[in-house]
C-alpha cells in the first residue's frame, strides 16, 4: 500500500464541464439558428417522409424568431449540459477507501471490502468479497489515470 494519503480524485474536471456547457449550449444554438433552413431545405426534397412538420418548423422566419431560436437554443444546451454534469460520476480514491460521488448522494465503499478493480470500456468496476460487485459505472477519466489512481493507494488492480 501506499503511503501517500492525498485522495485521487477521477471524473469530470473543471475544464470538462466548461467544454461540456461551452459545446452543449453551443450545439443547441446552431440547431435552433439552423432548424428552420434546414427544415425548409428538407421539405423540398421528394423522398423526406413528414412535410408538415418540416414545412411548419421552416415557416418560422419572422425576424424575432431569428433572435428568439438562438437564445432558447442556448438555454436548452446550457441545461442539457447541467443535467449531464450532474449526472456523472466521480470517486475519491486513498487508501482508507472510495468515496462514490453522484449528485448530491456519497457513498462510501471501505478498502477492506473491495477484492478488484478494472476498466471495461469506460466504466469502472469494483468487486467486492463474495462476487459482490461494489461499483460498475461509467467514469470519465483516461484508463491510465484510472489504473495510476488505484496503483497508487495500493488497490488491486485487474488491467493490462
Known amino acids: 500500500m501506499s503511503d501517500d ?45 413528414f412535410k408538415g412538420p418540416l414545412e411548419w418548423v421552416g415557416s418560422f422566419d419572422q425576424p424575432w424568431a431569428w433572435v428568439a431560436r438562438p437564445v432558447v437554443g442556448l438555454l436548452v444546451g446550457i441545461v442539457v449540459a447541467v443535467v449531464v454534469i450532474a449526472d456523472a460520476y466521480r470517486l475519491d480514491v486513498d487508501a482508507e477507501g472510495i468515496v462514490v460521488h453522484h449528485g448530491d448522494d456519497r457513498r462510501r465503499i471501505d478498502r477492506t471490502q473491495v477484492v478488484a478493480v478494472y476498466r471495461d470500456r469506460k466504466r469502472v468496476v469494483i468487486d467486492g468479497r463474495d462476487g459482490r460487485r461494489l461499483f460498475d459505472r461509467e467514469v470519465e477519466a483516461s484508463r491510465d489515470t484510472v489504473a495510476t489512481a488505484f496503483r497508487r493507494h495500493g488497490y488491486p488492480w485487474e488491467g493490462i
Open 5 to 49: 494519503s492525498t485522495p485521487t480524485t477521477l471524473g469530470l474536471t473543471r475544464e470538462d464541464k466548461i467544454w461540456t456547457v461551452v459545446l452543449l449550449g453551443g450545439g443547441g444554438l446552431l440547431v435552433f439558428l439552423l432548424a428552420p433552413l434546414l427544415a425548409a431545405w428538407l421539405a423540398d426534397v421528394p423522398v423526406v417522409p
